[in-house]
């Protein structure tokens, strides 16, 4: 917690939180005009006195002793002590969470161009059998479009994939966690490609970052666990 005169914006108070998140005693930071200072904002341009912003739990970054910055999230009030008006800055750390956070992007691409990428055909199916998000190579296979294929049914594609089947399927799954098998899928243009399909339950963590943010699975919903389903063509031998 921070106390600001708004005419100067000369600090007047520190506490012992504000004091550790800048990385300096208390002492040196008061007395000192916060511009370029404690705040990055530049001599007329302080969000709140003279760009007339409400800041309320809103993400700033702190400008520390050392020169580097700390993601906070930051509230402004105006108080009176004594008559005057003072601006009373309280601070709360947030830069673990962003840390965090963008090591979490770092991993969904990561699990995205592993995805994309993949040599074989790789679908993610919906506990209701539609398709939730399926990768270039599964697409070129099926001769449909990423956007086409999205919220299809199984049924539509995957020859055989009656109600029966997809309960058989279901069934083994929950006791194996995965099941091979050879299938026909239904291209586009009506054609039928031989494959072999690989089901596996995936854990919702994982599933997550190979989805785009347009598709992500609910982890609130049990009934979305989601399936992943890597298909490869079958040799030409086989098919003799």
Known sequence: ???????????QSVNAHASTLFGAPAEQIMGRRCHAYLCPALEGACPVCDLHQD??????????ADGSRRSILKSVKRIQIGGQ????????????????????????????TLFEQAGDGISILGADGRFVDVNARYCAMIG?????????????????????????TK???ETHGTTTFE?????????????????????????????????????????TVPLTVKVSVLPEELLR
């Open 1 to 11: 917690m921070v106390i600001v005169d708004p005419q100067s914006r000369v600090i």
């Open 55 to 64: 800041l309320d739990n809103a993400e700033r970054e702190m400008l520390r």
């Open 85 to 112: 008006d003072k601006l009373l800055e309280c601070f709360v750390d947030i830069s673990d969470r962003k840390h965090a956070e963008a090591a979490l992007r770092q991993s969904e691409e990561n699990y995205r």
């Open 144 to 168: 449909r479009t990423r956007d086409e294929i999205v919220g299809m049914p199984l049924e539509q594609i995957s020859v055989s994939a009656d109600p029966v089947f997809l309960a058989q």
């Open 171 to 173: 069934a083994h799954l």
């Open 183 to 223: 299938r026909e899928l239904r291209r586009k243009d009506g054609s039928l490609l031989p494959v072999e399909v690989t089901v596996v339950v995936v854990p919702l963590a994982v599933a997550s970052p190979m989805t785009t943010p347009s598709a992500r699975i609910s982890t609130t919903a049990p009934s």
